[in-house]
């Protein structure tokens, strides 16, 4: 534990001005990110009498091992630079929401020929009209169900699109009025777009004027006794009611807001957003946070902000944003809202009415979603607690091992071997630590040796970057201040797990003792009987099936396997994509493709004579005379087989992967269940 006074910085070194400050551990991670109004008044208020400090302030102060900070002219910068570092450094110290779950969109991808209506998870893209996010993936496929009567919009794949252009022939939706199949042409691009449009106007809560269009003209269809076509219309009326049904109109005056609210203990919090467009309640999302920084209600919704639009530009920032409690100052929040939308942001706390009425009801719905994480948490932190224990007592160890890293070597019949590392950290996954290895050491199987290689080149760069950041040398600290964030192998795990008994047990042992390294312990779990197995043991360590620790053993081995598996069989299909073509020095993807679009396939560019082969765009004839060689030279192509009869088919573009080579799936699909 450091002592803040070894660091603290002398007087009148800090600045009287706005910035950014960094506090850095032993090991210069960045564990914490803030920003001040003056520099000189925040930092001294780390710096005074550690009795005098909140709890977390004070494990925080005595974590770091320097503080650094950069000068900013204004609030806002300061606010942006804040909100840049924390995505970029990741600091344990500072408040990080997480979603209790990954909310689904409706998208519309307008970006395309023919827009897309479709359900879609994680980043929003360049193009792409988004709406929600909704609670359910089911809640968005009602509401899309019942507008494609009205407005009968692409919902297909790329493939299932492409395809039916091929046959002549729509899908299912085309047939049952769905879909206007722009795919055969029904409809041209302008009309599928401007239908897309429309779906989108009316998502966006413009439903009044669109329904008087609908009803006017079933009236004007009834007058004139197409009672076919009425009737169409006036199912179509009910379909677009039952959708705006499932949206009630919360707020009367059409308000586009979002409604933040926050339900907060002494250890977390919990935020609630609302998503209200055109006076409707068009989505709701939900974070929870460990509070491990002493923090107002303000400074929460602040960070909240920072998440929910540091991302965002134009109309996805909506016009209020109504909040419990304001930051404090208030007025760089709400300038850089305004920057972010390009027009005025309102940041308030709303004092009466229906906007009031409404945050109650966000307030409540904050105050179950943290009393059901406390819930789950409860549970979750007694059933890893218990774990580590009975791990730590199984394998004799000193202390709970709070990080560990499993191992595991995957190949196909001794061709791509590789070899993967998966982190767990207080019983949890840390997917961002997770590396892959190839085995470079030596061709062919041999698990034994290659797990020897992979542990002794992971904790070679432990090494490495041990000693790059000074822990083994006096003086000053030569790492640059771009290297803040966390080293790809630079914290030790407490326990090293390998999927294997006592040969790679052995292994791993042997590789860490020629590395000096013996303050990890190490250990294997057998898949035949599940046994752990211990360096220098001749008999395995038997735990109950029962027991949590082996579940949590279980599982951190069946990740290492899962994520060495993928690794494996990504790389084989690289290889047998890989083409003749590839070794042909200078010819590049677009002249390749050029290559393959002139003859329609490798066997036919196989078969071409030089001068054929100048004929295409973009080749000389000493390019020719190379390609002809090399296509001489390597072996033909395994055939493309059919997976459901058996039949060898002929060569065609569609069988063809990436780089022109056919793709011979049956012979993959027979070998899959022989890795490792």
Same mark, same amino acid.
């Given at each position: 534990? =450091?002592?803040?006074?070894?660091?603290?910085?002398?007087?009148?070194?800090?600045?009287?001005?706005?910035?950014?400050?960094?506090?850095?551990?032993?090991?210069?991670?960045?564990?914490?990110?803030?920003?001040?109004?003056?520099?000189?008044?925040r930092l001294a208020n780390y710096f005074q009498d550690l009795a005098g400090l909140h709890p977390r302030t004070r494990s925080m102060?005595?974590?770091? =091992?320097?503080?650094?900070w950069t000068v900013v002219s204004t609030e806002v910068e300061a606010l942006q630079l804040e909100y840049s570092w924390i995505k970029?450094?990741?600091?344990?110290?500072?408040?990080?929401?997480?979603?209790?779950?990954?909310?689904?969109?409706?998208?519309?991808?307008?970006?395309?020929?023919?827009?897309?209506?479709? *359900?879609?998870?994680?980043?929003?893209?360049?193009?792409?009209?988004?709406?929600?996010?909704?609670?359910?993936?089911?809640? &968005?496929?009602?509401?899309?169900?019942?507008?494609?009567?009205?407005?009968? *919009?692409?919902?297909?794949?790329?493939? +299932?699109?492409?395809?039916?252009?091929?046959?002549?022939?729509?899908?299912?939706?085309?047939?049952?009025?769905? @879909?206007?199949?722009? @795919?055969?042409?029904?409809?041209?691009?302008?009309?599928?777009?401007?239908?897309?449009?429309?779906?989108?106007?009316?998502?966006?809560?413009?439903?009044?004027?669109?329904?008087?269009?609908?009803?006017?003209?079933?009236?004007?269809?009834?007058?004139?006794?197409?009672?076919?076509?009425?009737?169409?219309?006036?199912?179509?009326?009910?379909?677009?009611?039952?959708?705006?049904?499932?949206?009630? +109109? +919360?707020?009367?005056?059409?308000?586009?807001?979002?409604?933040?609210? *926050?339900?907060?203990?002494?250890?977390?919090?919990?935020?609630?957003?609302?998503?209200?467009?055109? /006076?409707?309640?068009?989505?709701?999302?939900?974070?929870?946070?460990?509070?491990?920084?002493?923090?107002?209600?303000?400074?929460?919704?602040?960070?909240?902000?920072?998440?929910?639009? /540091?991302?965002?530009?134009?109309?996805?920032?909506?016009?209020?944003?109504?909040?419990?409690?304001?930051?404090?100052?208030?007025?760089?929040?709400?300038?850089?809202?305004?920057?972010?939308?390009?027009?005025?942001?309102?940041?308030?706390?709303?004092?009466?009415?229906?906007?009031?009425?409404?945050?109650?009801? +966000?307030?409540?719905?904050?105050?179950?979603?943290?009393?059901? !994480?406390?819930?789950?948490?409860?549970?979750?932190?007694?059933?890893?607690?218990?774990?580590?224990?009975?791990?730590?007592?199984?394998?004799?160890?000193?202390?709970?091992?709070?990080? &560990?890293?499993?191992?595991?070597?995957?190949?196909?019949?001794?061709?791509? *071997?590789?070899?993967?590392?998966?982190?767990?950290?207080? /019983?949890?996954?840390?997917?961002?630590?997770?590396?892959?290895?190839?085995?470079?050491?030596?061709?062919?199987?041999?698990?034994?040796?290659?797990? !020897?290689?992979?542990?002794?080149?992971?904790?070679?760069?432990?090494?490495?970057?041990?000693?790059?950041?000074?822990?083994?040398?006096?003086?000053?600290?030569?790492?640059t201040e771009e290297d803040g964030r966390p080293k790809k192998f630079a914290y030790p795990p407490q326990l090293v797990v390998v999927?294997?008994?006592?040969?790679?047990?052995? =292994?791993?042992?042997?590789?860490?003792?020629?590395?000096?390294?013996?303050?990890?312990?190490?250990?294997?779990?057998?898949?035949?009987?599940?046994?752990?197995?211990?360096?220098?043991?001749?008999?395995?360590?038997?735990?109950?099936?029962?027991?949590?620790? #082996?579940?949590?053993?279980?599982?951190?081995?069946?990740?290492?396997?899962?994520?060495?598996?993928?690794?494996?069989?990504?790389?084989?299909?690289?290889?047998?994509?890989?083409?003749?073509?590839?070794?042909?020095?200078?010819?590049?993807?677009?002249?390749?493709?050029?290559?393959?679009?002139?003859?329609?396939? #490798?066997?036919? #560019?196989?078969?071409?004579?030089?001068?054929? &082969?100048?004929?295409?765009?973009?080749?000389?004839?000493?390019?020719?005379?190379?390609?002809?060689?090399?296509?001489?030279?390597?072996?033909?192509?395994?055939?493309?087989?059919?997976?459901?009869?058996?039949? &060898?088919?002929?060569?065609?573009?569609?069988?063809?992967?990436?780089?022109?080579?056919?793709?011979?799936?049956?012979?993959?699909?027979?070998?899959?269940?022989?890795?490792?």
């Amino acid at each position: 534990m =450091a002592d803040p006074s070894s660091y603290r910085p002398k007087p009148g070194q800090i600045p009287d001005s706005p910035g950014v400050y960094r506090f850095r551990d032993e090991h210069r991670r960045v564990i914490y990110v803030g920003k001040a109004k003056s520099l000189r008044q925040r930092l001294a208020n780390y710096f005074q009498d550690l009795a005098g400090l909140h709890p977390r302030t004070r494990s925080m102060v005595t974590t770091a =091992a320097s503080v650094e900070w950069t000068v900013v002219s204004t609030e806002v910068e300061a606010l942006q630079l804040e909100y840049s570092w924390i995505k970029e450094f990741d600091p344990r110290f500072n408040v990080k929401y997480r979603d209790d779950k990954s909310y689904p969109y409706l998208a519309v991808t307008m970006n395309e020929e023919f827009p897309r209506v479709q *359900v879609m998870r994680g980043h929003k893209r360049k193009g792409v009209r988004y709406f929600g996010p909704y609670g359910h993936a089911w809640a &968005i496929r009602d509401t899309v169900d019942l507008l494609l009567r009205v407005f009968p *919009v692409r919902t297909c794949s790329a493939g +299932v699109f492409k395809n039916a252009a091929r046959t002549g022939r729509p899908c299912l939706l085309g047939y049952i009025g769905k @879909c206007s199949a722009p @795919c055969v042409e029904r409809v041209s691009a302008e009309e599928h777009r401007e239908l897309a449009e429309e779906f989108c106007d009316f998502m966006a809560g413009r439903t009044g004027t669109y329904l008087r269009r609908l009803e006017n003209q079933m009236t004007q269809a009834a007058e004139e006794m197409e009672y076919e076509r009425a009737a169409r219309l006036r199912d179509d009326i009910e379909a677009l009611k039952k959708a705006m049904e499932k949206n009630a +109109v +919360v707020l009367a005056d059409a308000t586009d807001a979002d409604l933040i609210a *926050v339900a907060e203990d002494e250890l977390e919090a919990a935020v609630q957003i609302f998503h209200v467009r055109g /006076g409707r309640v068009r989505g709701q999302r939900g974070w929870v946070t460990d509070k491990v920084e002493e923090i107002t209600t303000g400074a929460l919704v602040e960070h909240a902000l920072q998440q929910l639009y /540091g991302e965002e530009k134009g109309d996805s920032v909506p016009k209020e944003v109504l909040v419990p409690a304001l930051p404090d100052p208030v007025e760089p929040v709400q300038e850089w809202l305004t920057e972010r939308r390009g027009s005025a942001v309102s940041l308030r706390i709303p004092q009466r009415g229906d906007k009031k009425a409404l945050m109650e009801t +966000v307030e409540r719905n904050a105050q179950q979603a943290l009393v059901l !994480h406390k819930t789950k948490r409860a549970s979750d932190l007694t059933t890893r607690s218990r774990a580590l224990e009975e791990i730590a007592e199984a394998l004799d160890l000193d202390s709970a091992p709070l990080r &560990i890293e499993c191992y595991d070597i995957s190949h196909l019949q001794g061709d791509d *071997v590789v070899a993967s590392m998966v982190v767990f950290e207080d /019983g949890l996954q840390r997917k961002s630590e997770y590396r892959r290895f190839q085995i470079k050491g030596f061709e062919g199987q041999d698990d034994v040796r290659s797990m !020897h290689e992979v542990i002794n080149r992971r904790f070679r760069r432990y090494l490495a970057e041990k000693e790059k950041t000074g822990e083994w040398a006096d003086g000053e600290n030569t790492l640059t201040e771009e290297d803040g964030r966390p080293k790809k192998f630079a914290y030790p795990p407490q326990l090293v797990v390998v999927d294997g008994g006592q040969p790679q047990v052995a =292994a791993a042992k042997r590789a860490l003792d020629e590395l000096g390294i013996d303050d990890v312990a190490v250990c294997g779990l057998a898949k035949r009987l599940e046994e752990v197995w211990l360096p220098d043991d001749d008999d395995p360590v038997v735990l109950p099936r029962t027991s949590e620790g #082996l579940y949590l053993l279980q599982r951190v081995r069946d990740e290492a396997h899962r994520f060495a598996i993928t690794y494996q069989r990504t790389k084989r299909t690289k290889r047998f994509r890989s083409s003749p073509l590839d070794d042909v020095p200078g010819l590049g993807d677009t002249r390749k493709q050029a290559l393959l679009k002139h003859f329609g396939s #490798l066997k036919k #560019l196989r078969s071409a004579t030089i001068d054929q &082969i100048c004929e295409v765009p973009g080749i000389g004839r000493k390019t020719a005379e190379t390609i002809a060689v090399a296509l001489a030279q390597a072996a033909p192509a395994a055939p493309a087989v059919n997976t459901a009869t058996g039949e &060898i088919m002929e060569e065609e573009p569609s069988t063809m992967g990436s780089s022109g080579q056919p793709v011979a799936m049956g012979a993959l699909d027979e070998r899959r269940g022989q890795e490792t």
